[in-house]
């Protein structure tokens, strides 16, 4: 018997009833999560510390005020983006009205990975009530603190007849893609993501997959070493690591990286200390099975900074390795830690050749005083996301959508873009039932000259057209 059948019929049969198409329903769910944000901020602080072992800083940075930002955002233009978009005309349509209706899919999963469990959550979740679904939400089971809160808490602050969180690990998680919804939004690794793309595809469902990979951050001879040093240590070390846009590797010449290596230690000790285990800005793994994985990626290459570790704490010191071998473990699988590979390439050229004949990552990051190189990595490379001279800064702007392509994701979102994600974009055409004479061109029998005149009517300054 299928254990989630019952709920996913009372979502379904909310749906159907339309009341979450009206504007109002919608901002009222919007407000719920503000709320819930607001009235639970130390208890989702505390769930991140415990989850993750967190700092404040970062749990306000990375989770709670942009998801907060998320609402805010959605409630203010909810109405403009709901709003029918009128487009252009041809002269055979001057008389009618045509416009692009924002409609909701209807019955939405969205999966949460626990390395972000509240921005990860919320992000998302905003787009998808924003568009009028409803939702069933699955937590990781990994953060069982802040699973514990999205379970027992957040339904409190939503109309439960729209909106449901299960639980359990990946063998309840493979029960429920059994289901057939409307929508599928996933976060996690390239590996899990194809098993929910073969689920969704027995039911042809769209997805939205926010994968992960290993992604570049070259440096040019022509930089700053210690600004560089203090970027990418930050974005490498912030969250332990455990972020998908986090710079996965240095490529940069032997000379650059000889300057780089002293720098990167006089970041790690100004932002951590002499001993950064005592530190309470740098977290801990989440869990002994992803810590141990890490432990044994300290064997790849040589380590320059940092190696230590203590399981008893899932702890590993931020470490930076040389002299990294391209086949190796460090080099093929998505990092997840504080650890960071230097890998060496004679130019510029040859850091260009060795991303591209990898999988296109999620992030791309390029240093250089010299903004001709930035462009030439832009140019040259294909990534969901691109930043040059910092780290993951692109990811704080709801104006820049956030996806993957190719192996790192399909789908994008934040801001607007969540909700036309969740949204079905309808084309719609309405013409008056009259002037049959002026349309009677289209039928035979057909002759060149009612040819010419349609083709002449269908022509458009701003679009190409085509007639079904």
């Known amino acids: 018997m299928d ?16 009341q979450t198409q009206a504007a109002d329903f919608r901002a009222m769910q919007l407000k719920g999560l503000g709320r819930f944000l607001r009235e639970n901020k130390q208890l989702l602080q505390d769930a991140l510390a415990q989850d993750l072992h967190k700092s404040a800083f970062e749990s306000e940075v990375s989770e709670i005020r942009i998801s907060q930002g998320e609402v805010n955002l959605a409630l203010k233009n909810l109405r403009a983006w709901m709003k029918d978009e009128k487009v252009p005309r041809n002269l055979a349509t001057q008389l009618d009205s045509a416009f692009i209706r924002k409609e909701p899919f209807g019955l939405v999963l969205i999966i949460v990975p626990w390395n972000y469990p509240l921005n990860l959550t919320l992000v998302p979740l905003v787009g998808a009530l924003a568009a009028g679904n409803c939702v069933v ?7 069982k603190n802040m699973e514990k809160v999205l379970a027992e808490v957040l339904p409190r602050y939503l109309d439960q007849s729209c909106f449901a969180v299960v639980l359990g690990g990946p063998e309840e998680t493979q029960q429920l893609l059994e289901n057939k919804f409307d929508y599928i939004f996933f976060t996690g690794s390239p590996r899990v993501g194809k098993i ?19 992604n570049p951050c070259y440096v040019d001879d022509d930089c700053d070493p210690q600004t560089v040093a203090n970027r990418v240590v930050w974005f490498r070390c912030f969250n332990t690591g455990q972020t998908c846009v986090a710079p996965d590797y240095v490529l940069c010449s032997r000379e650059t990286q000889e300057r780089l290596l002293p720098t990167m230690q006089s970041a790690i000790t100004r932002f951590y200390g002499e001993d950064p285990k005592s530190s309470p800005d740098l977290g801990r793994i989440i869990g002994e099975k992803q810590f141990r994985r890490l432990q044994g990626l300290l064997g790849c290459g040589h380590v320059a900074i940092g190696g230590q570790s203590d399981e008893s704490e899932r702890y590993i010191a931020p470490t930076v390795l040389v002299d990294v071998q391209e086949t190796e473990p460090v080099m093929q699988e998505e990092i997840f830690g504080p650890i960071l590979p230097i890998v060496n390439v004679r130019s510029l050229d040859e850091a260009v050749d060795f991303i ?11 240093f250089s005083n010299n903004s001709q190189v930035i462009k030439r990595v832009l140019t040259g490379t294909s990534s969901g996301g691109f930043c040059g001279n910092d780290g993951f800064m692109h990811m704080t702007l709801t104006t820049l959508p956030f996806g993957g392509v190719g192996a790192s994701g399909m789908g994008r979102y934040h801001g607007k873009f969540s909700f036309d994600t969740f949204s079905h974009h309808r084309a719609c055409l309405l013409r ?21 005149l349609l083709l002449a009517a269908m022509e458009t300054r701003s679009c190409s057209c085509t007639l079904l």
Not at 356 to 366: N, S
Request: hydrophobic share 35%; glycine share 6%.
């Open 3 to 18: 254990p989630f059948a019952d709920t996913l019929q009372r979502l379904r049969e909310a749906f159907r009833s339309g």
């Open 137 to 143: 939400l699955k937590p990781s089971e990994i953060s």
């Open 196 to 214: 929910i793309m073969a689920a969704a595809a027995k039911h042809l469902t769209p997805v939205t997959l926010e994968l992960g990979g290993k």
């Open 356 to 366: 591209t004949r990898r999988e296109k990552p999620l992030a791309l990051y390029a």
């Open 432 to 452: 008056a039932p009259g002037m049959e004479k002026i349309y009677a061109i289209r039928y035979p029998p057909y002759s060149p000259r009612n040819q010419r």
